[in-house]
């Protein structure tokens, strides 16, 4: 879902941070679609595997381990989009997740998480640490 919205974004020359890059295609989609990309997942051996899809799919895009709710040099820069896709599968994660969006965006941006609700007080957790009201959308 997030790779389809993308391609009906304009994102030539964007600087996308993208966060549990997993297999990286959304990365790959943005970079395809000419933007400045930098995938993190918190994995040496993802990081890999990401670096080898990017080569297998012929685009430029960088791969680099980034632990969330830490701070980190990724995080202080000036990113277009912040990305994530099906990372809110673990309430236990969810403070560290919004944090790391939050230090992310503090030189502006737009963050985008694409998700699939499999289980609403998850996602609810994610919202609340994000300081915002929940709404779920079916």
Known sequence: MLSEWILQQ?????????????????????SKCR?????????????????????????GGKAEILWWGEENAILRETWDYILGADITYD???????????????????IGILAATIRNEQTLEVFVRECGMTFYSEC
Do not use: H, M, P
Not at 40 to 56: C, H, M, P, Q, Y
Not at 91 to 109: F, M, Q, V
């Open 10 to 30: 304009s994102f030539s020359g964007k600087k996308v941070l993208e966060l549990g890059a997993g297999t990286g295609l959304t990365g790959i989609v943005a």
């Open 91 to 109: 309430d236990e994660i969810c403070s560290s997740l919004a944090k790391t969006y939050a230090l992310a965006l503090r030189a502006g941006g």
């Open 35 to 59: 933007a400045d990309v930098l995938c993190t997942d918190g994995s040496e051996s993802v990081i890999s595997k990401i670096r080898s899809n990017f080569a297998l799919n012929e685009v």
